[in-house]
């Protein structure tokens, strides 16, 4: 019975993450405008500050997309399929956007269906954002090695 419920709820999720393909693309291939795109997510994250609550495992996901996303425009990280890194811009301009299924300006139900959506690029990206998390630990422990032997 749930499975019966669950299959139209992510039909209707699919349908809406089909509909921002395009603009998604648009973004990658213009980097002021992925800039401004990720500069107005962070900003809202900000405001928002939700990393508590029912959406915190959601919220550390959508922090991590942000962070594949600045490292992709960055050049920083580019081994992610296409398709891969325009499903996380798509996540992006969903969470970034007030007019989406339910209005972001209705308190907390206003971010169930950005939830959904993240949720769903999640699932289809899993291998490719788990690679990315990977590298940026290696990265990490790098810069730091560096910073440690600069140091000395």
Known sequence: MEEQINKPIEEVIEHEVDKKRSKA???LRDPDKSKKLLDAAIKK??????????LKDVWKSLQA????FQAYIHHDYTRIPWGSIVLVVVA???????????????PLAGFVDDAAVIGFVLKQI??????FLKW?????????????????
Request: hydrophobic share 35%; glycine share 2%.
């Open 45 to 54: 994250a900000d405001e928002k500050d939700d990393a508590r609550g029912p």
């Open 65 to 68: 997309l942000f962070r594949l």
């Open 92 to 106: 992006i301009i969903y969470f970034v956007s007030p007019f989406d299924l339910i209005p972001d300006w209705i």
């Open 136 to 152: 940026e630990e290696i990265k990490k422990s790098l810069d730091s090695a560096m910073d440690e032997e600069s140091s000395n």
């Open 126 to 131: 899993n291998n490719d954002l788990n690679n």
């Open 25 to 27: 693309e648009d973004y």
